[in-house]
């Protein structure tokens, strides 16, 4: 097979494998931790089910991968014009995988709340930053934005309902 066509298979399937990665990894955090401290939270009566989070979460990462592959694709890679949008693409991508072990990980709703405000900014950064892009790219992002939207209202409000969280075991 001809390596450029090859490489237009290979960018974006490892492009949208590598986000998935991290949500992975968060899932056996989260999946210990919902039976024996989530669910003695407090939590409000809009909140998603436990089981819309795994589908929406893989949509997402997919959509964001494949995003950042035509970021990276159409500005001209790492060297080019896409590196400072695919730094903040990276940036977006660890704040992400880093609220899962602060929330459900150290049992932290009020840290996970800081965490999650400023992933909030970094993917709105990301959004900012891909539009000059990829258009497309960076309304790609837009469902993300907004389900972060609703993560940050969830765990604000699991955090002033649940004072004492931080500090049970």
């Keep these: 097979m001809d390596p450029v066509v090859m490489s237009d298979y290979l960018a974006p399937t490892l492009a ?10 968060g899932s056996f955090i989260t999946r210990k931790n919902i039976p024996n401290w989530y669910e003695g939270l407090n939590k409000p009566s ?14 997402l990462y997919c959509s964001m991968g494949y995003a950042s592959y035509m ?16 730094a903040w693409y990276g ?7 880093a609220w899962t072990p602060i929330f459900f990980g150290l049992h932290s709703p009020k840290w996970g709340f800081v965490e999650i405000i400023c992933l909030w900014g970094a993917i709105a950064g990301t959004i900012y930053s891909f539009h000059g892009i990829n258009e497309k790219a960076s309304y790609l992002l837009l469902p993300y934005l907004g389900w972060v939207s609703l993560a940050s209202a969830l765990t604000f409000r699991i955090w002033r309902d ?4 931080d500090k049970k075991e």
């Design 16 to 25: 949208v494998i590598l986000p998935n990665l991290g949500g992975i990894a």
């Design 46 to 59: 809009w909140r998603p089910g436990n089981k819309v989070f795994g589908p929406v979460w893989t949509t």
């Design 71 to 86: 970021v990276w694709r159409d500005g001209g890679g790492f060297d080019g014009d896409a590196a400072l949008p695919l």
């Design 91 to 97: 940036a977006q991508l660890a704040l992400n995988w």
């Design 162 to 165: 649940n004072p004492d969280a």
